[in-house]
C-alpha cells in the first residue's frame, strides 16, 4: 500500500491556506494546520492553535512531515509587526523547527518581483526568507505569486468593494500590467509541489497565462456595472497611503502594481501537468 502524504500547513486561516486545506483534504492528505486562531478543520486534519509557532506545542504533531507548506506572510506593516519579524524572522523559526522535527521539504509563498537586486523593503524580507529556506538544507520549492484570485482574494474584495461604492479608483495611468493566476489552480500546483520530485529545489513564478493592463482588468472586472472609473494622480495616491492606513491601496500594493513585473508563466507551465485556466474567463 502506497504510504500516505503528511503535510503541515502554517497560517491556516489565510486565503490560500483556506483553499488549499480544502483541496488536500479532498485527496485525503493527512493535514496538520497551524493557525493563530479557531478554524473549523476538515476530516483527518489535526488543527493546531498556536499564537507565535513556538515548538514546544508543535513538534509532536508536525514530525516526519512529508512537507510543510509556510503561508504565513504580510503585505502590510505595523508599530507592532513589520516584515522582518514576520515575512524573514518567523520563516527562519519554521524553518529550523522542520529541521528538527525531520521534515523532508519546505514550500514557500515569496512574491513576483523578489530578486537579489531589489531596493523593496516587502520584497527584501521575501529574498530573506528564500535564503534561510535555499540555504537549510531541506529539500524546497519555492514559488513567487502575483495576484492570486478566486472568491475573497484581496484585490477582488478591494475592487467588489469599490464598485459598491459607484467608483473604482486607478492610481496613475493604468498602463502597468498584472498576471493573475487563479487558485484552483495554485492549490493543484501546491499538490504537485509535494508530491512530484521535479519541483524539487526550485524558484517558480506563480504566474498566469494572461499578462494584461491594471486599466484593462478593472474595465473587465466591472463590465455590466455601472461604476465609473477614475485615475488619480501617483502623488495622490501615495499620499493616501501614507496617511491613511486603512485606503484602497498600501504603499507596498502601490510599489508591487507599479512595479508592473512580469513573471515566467512558460517555465511553470512546462514543469506542471495542470492545463493553467485564464483568469479572465472568469470575469
Ligand atoms: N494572495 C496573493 O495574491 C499573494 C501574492 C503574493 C504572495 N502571497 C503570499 O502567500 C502567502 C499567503 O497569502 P494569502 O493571500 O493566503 O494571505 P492571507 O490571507 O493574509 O494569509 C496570511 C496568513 O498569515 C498569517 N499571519 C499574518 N500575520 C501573522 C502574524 N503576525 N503572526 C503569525 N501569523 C500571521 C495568518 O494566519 P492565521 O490567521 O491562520 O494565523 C494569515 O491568515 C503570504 O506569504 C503572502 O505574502 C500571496
Redesign the pocket.
Known amino acids: 500500500m502506497v504510504k500516505s502524504l503528511k503535510v503541515v500547513v502554517t ?7 483556506k483553499n488549499l486545506r480544502k483541496y488536500l483534504s479532498e485527496k485525503n492528505i493527512e493535514l496538520v494546520s497551524i ?3 479557531d ?1 473549523k478543520n476538515f476530516n483527518s486534519e489535526t488543527k493546531i492553535i498556536s499564537k507565535n ?1 513556538k515548538e514546544n506545542n508543535l513538534f509532536k504533531k508536525i514530525q516526519n512531515s512529508d512537507a510543510l507548506i509556510h ?5 502590510k506593516q505595523s508599530v507592532n ?1 513589520d516584515y522582518d ?3 524573514t524572522d ?1 520563516t527562519r523559526h519554521i524553518v529550523n523547527l522542520s529541521k528538527k522535527a525531520n521534515i523532508k521539504k519546505i514550500i514557500f ?4 518581483g523578489v530578486s537579489a537586486n531589489t531596493s523593496l523593503g516587502y520584497f527584501i524580507s ?1 529574498y530573506n526568507a528564500e535564503k534561510q529556506i535555499i540555504d537549510s538544507g531541506l529539500d524546497y520549492t519555492i514559488f513567487r ?4 484570485v478566486g472568491k475573497d ?3 477582488s474584495k478591494n475592487l467588489k468593494k469599490q464598485i459598491k461604492s459607484g467608483e473604482i479608483i486607478i492610481p496613475g495611468s493604468g498602463t502597468y500590467s498584472i498576471q493573475p493566476i487563479h487558485i484552483s489552480d495554485v492549490v493543484k500546483v501546491l499538490f504537485e509541489s509535494v508530491s512530484e520530485l521535479r519541483f524539487n529545489n526550485k524558484i517558480f513564478d506563480l504566474v498566469g497565462p494572461d499578462y494584461i493592463t491594471y486599466e484593462n482588468y478593472v474595465k473587465l472586472f466591472s463590465k455590466g456595472t455601472k461604476t465609473r472609473i477614475k485615475k488619480i494622480n501617483l502623488e495622490e495616491a501615495y499620499h493616501n497611503a501614507i496617511v491613511n492606513s486603512k485606503s484602497s491601496f498600501g504603499i507596498d500594493d502601490l510599489n508591487i502594481l507599479i512595479g508592473n513585473f512580469k513573471g515566467n508563466h512558460k517555465k511553470l507551465s512546462q514543469i506542471s501537468k495542470i492545463n493553467f485556466q485564464s483568469v479572465l474567463s472568469f470575469l
Do not use: E, H, Q
Not at 497560517?11 to 491556506?17: K, Q, R, V
Not at 503561508?71 to 503585505?75: A, D, K, M, Q, R
Not at 509563498?109 to 513576483?112: A, E, F
Open positions: 497560517g491556516a486561516s489565510g486565503f490560500i491556506a493557525s493563530r486562531k478554524f509557532y503561508l504565513v506572510g504580510i503585505g509587526t519579524m514576520i515575512n518567523l509563498l515569496s512574491g513576483l521575501k505569486p502575483s495576484y492570486i482574494d484581496l484585490l
